[in-house]
């Protein structure tokens, strides 16, 4: 059932021209270099560390990995993370 459910979201959002990352709960990563990041439609952090950080999202986690990690800023459903990133992960549920 959720398959179905998220191909008429999917459908929807190409048809009335609404950004996907809305309509399926999809996260948004913005990122500036390779020193800022800002994540939006998280569900939460699972882990954070200087050289690490985790995130729960719908279809998965998000890890980042670099040095020096700092968090500027957490809301409910962003945050915002400063320091040198090295990589940035999509893993699967």
């Known amino acids: 059932m959720k398959k179905w459910q998220q191909q008429i979201r999917g459908w929807m959002a190409n048809y009335l021209e609404l950004p ?3 309509m399926l709960d999809l996260p948004r ?5 390779d020193f800022h990041v800002y994540i939006e439609n998280h ?3 699972l882990h954070f ?6 995130l729960k999202s719908r279809k998965g986690q998000i890890r980042l990995t670099g040095e020096g ?3 500027k800023m957490m809301l409910s459903e962003e945050i915002l993370v400063e320091g040198k990133m090295h990589s940035i992960l999509f893993m699967d549920q």
Request: proline letters at 0%; glycine letters at 10%.
């Open 49 to 54: 560390s200087e050289h690490e950080i985790r």
């Open 43 to 45: 569900q939460g952090l």
């Open 69 to 71: 990690f700092v968090l």
């Open 29 to 33: 990563v913005t990122t500036i270099g």
């Open 20 to 22: 996907s990352d809305v």
